[in-house]
Antibody, heavy 116, light 110 residues
Framework: EVQLAESGGGLVQPGGSLRLSCAAS????????MSWVRQAPGKGLEWVAN????????YYVNSVKGRFTISRDNAKNSLYLQMNSLRAEDTAVYYC?????????WGQGTLVTVSS | QSVLTQPPSASGTPGQRVTMSCSGS????????VNWYQQLPGTAPKLLIY???ERPSGVPDRFSGSKSGTSASLAISGLQPEDEADYYC???????????FGGGTKLTVL
């Protein structure tokens, strides 16, 4: 059974940093693209970034370019999102997702709150 | 403002057939396939339709998708109370080099 479990969310001040992790199980992580998608409270879905199987290819939504970095460690079955220079508008539930012609399986999400 | 446009709400009674639309442009729906997601209250999104009209294993055939030009549609036949949820369309955008989502349609089963 495919399982994705996000962790690392929490309350952070504007300008601060946070690193999200996603532990994958039930499939071979190294054979899939992976994505991060976020959802602000009461709002819709927004794709944030994705990464190819060996980490050599990455794409980001314009609003996080230069601030967020997606990475992966296939040996540890883990996906990461390093978030720097956080802003209030980054407040959201962050989901990791396995990609198959787009986000396919989703984790339950981790809440990131950016507030002073 | 979302790149893909969806009506904010839709409704139907049990047993009815409802459809919801998703409008995009040449750089996304016009050139790429469309996915649909269902998000039940308080839960993570679930893939409902991929590649315009394919259903993942376990998704009932009451759900169907179609695409024409720069628009796509999701149809739900034999509406059931448990179908009450938010529905999102998504597609890869060649200009933005990223996935874009619609703003979501909230389906109410009356």
């Amino acid at each position: 059974e495919v399982q994705l479990a996000e962790s690392g969310g929490g309350l952070v001040q504007p300008g601060g940093s946070l690193r999200l992790s996603c532990a994958a199980s039930g499939f071979t992580l190294s054979t899939y693209w992976m994505s991060w998608v976020r959802q602000a409270p009461g709002k819709g879905l927004e794709w944030v970034a994705n990464i190819n199987q060996d980490g050599s290819d990455k794409y980001y939504v314009n609003s996080v370019k230069g601030r967020f970095t997606i990475s992966r460690d296939n040996a540890k079955n883990s996906l990461y999102l390093q978030m720097n220079s956080l802003r209030a508008e980054d407040t959201a539930v962050y989901y990791c997702a396995r990609d198959f012609i787009g986000p396919e399986y989703w984790g339950q999400g981790t809440l990131v709150t950016v507030s002073s | 403002q979302s790149v893909l446009t969806q009506p904010p709400s839709a409704s139907g009674t049990p047993g009815q057939r409802v459809t919801m639309s998703c409008s995009g442009s040449r750089s996304n729906i016009g050139r790429q396939t469309v996915n649909w997601y269902q998000q039940l209250p308080g839960t993570a999104p679930k893939l409902l339709i991929y590649s315009n009209n394919e259903r993942p294993s376990g998704v009932p055939d009451r759900f169907s998708g179609s695409k024409s030009g720069t628009s796509a549609s999701l149809a739900i036949s034999g509406l059931q109370p448990e179908d009450e949820a938010d529905y999102y369309c998504a597609a890869w955008d060649d200009n933005l080099n990223g996935w874009v989502f619609g703003g979501g349609t909230k389906l109410t089963v009356l």
